[in-house]
């Protein structure tokens, strides 16, 4: 290939060639299958996951995810199944070794792959904005930054903290993030990690790790791509993925599986919605009641 495909019609293109050319078992293929093809793919895409900007601004949201946009793209990925052009990996990252042995030529998946491909894979590689579909407006807007939390336990008196704040401040050093990301992958929690890295020179010759910061940054975030705030989020992925394999089983239409996924989601939404709300009125201050005064 000449040049890096841009689109998803030049990858679905690319993956054709490839798999003429030998990669047989696989043209293309992802990890964390609803992540990719649902949560990066709206925001990346300037579309709506679901109303209330994705969740963040109530529990009252509701997912929209199976517009005509999406169910295009599950249509094709369900076309390209057939040859292998797309091979469907599952719903975890197990599936990165495919990429790392060479099955796999062109792969989606978190940039917190870096390190595990840099020490398996036996050929050269880099990494690409996610595809997008030129005819849809706005597109490419920006991703979403995905990864873990640190959880903190409440109910304790601010001295017992401390030890709390100190690991905060030794995981946010500015050395050591740019470390971490410089090495794993991983976006840096830190703008300045991320201005030290690039004053050190080392996307010159490591320009892989910047491609997510760039995709992060490349506009100015919408209620579509600024993040998400679904209850049940972990469980609903589940769901979702459960969709798209039966979709690419040929089980059901895409409309259909999309149709089923958002169904099934608006009823976790509802439950966790009712939940929620049970849970703030029993936290609430109970009013107190105004005492009468008799005259004496």
């Not at 030998?22 to 299958?33: D, I, K, P, R, V």
């Not at 990996?89 to 796999?104: L, T, V, Y």
């Not at 300045?192 to 004053?199: C, G, M, Q, R």
């Not at 929620?276 to 009125?281: F, I, L, P, R, Y």
Request: hydrophobic share 35%.
């Amino acid at each position: 290939m000449a040049e890096i495909p841009k689109t998803w019609p030049e990858v679905f293109a690319a993956a054709k060639k490839l798999k003429a050319a030998g990669h047989e078992t696989c043209g293309f293929s992802n990890a964390w299958a609803s992540w990719a093809h649902i949560e990066q793919f709206s925001a990346w895409h300037n579309a709506p996951i679901g109303t209330k900007a994705n969740g963040l601004d109530g529990f009252d949201t509701v997912l929209t995810f199976n517009s005509p946009l999406h169910v295009k793209h599950l249509q094709n990925l369900i076309d390209l199944q057939k040859d292998k052009t797309y091979d469907y990996s599952g719903r975890e990252n197990k599936s990165e070794a495919r990429f790392g042995s060479g099955e796999c030529a062109i792969f989606l998946t978190s940039s917190g792959y870096y390190a595990t491909a840099k020490s398996t894979a036996k050929f050269d590689f880099t990494s690409a904005p996610m595809p997008y579909y030129p005819d849809a407006a706005g597109a490419p807007q920006n991703s979403i930054i995905g990864g873990a939390s640190l959880w903190v336990m409440g109910g304790k008196k601010p001295d017992e903290y401390k030890g709390v704040a100190k690991f905060f401040t030794f995981l946010s050093d500015t050395n050591r993030q740019a470390k971490l990301h410089q090495e794993s992958g991983y976006l840096p929690i830190t703008k300045a990690a991320y201005e030290k890295t690039k004053a050190d020179g080392f996307y010159e010759k490591n320009p892989v790790p910047e491609t997510p910061l760039k995709e992060l940054t490349n506009k100015e975030p919408t209620e579509n791509s600024r993040g998400l705030r679904f209850g049940n989020m972990v469980q609903m992925r589940d769901v979702w993925a459960e969709q798209i394999e039966a979709a690419l089983a040929g089980q059901k239409t895409a409309q259909q599986a999309l149709d089923d996924a958002v169904a099934k989601g608006n009823a976790m939404l509802r439950t966790f919605e009712k939940d929620g709300k049970v849970e703030q009125s029993a936290l609430a201050p109970s009013p107190r009641r105004k005492r009468s005064r008799s005259a004496t």
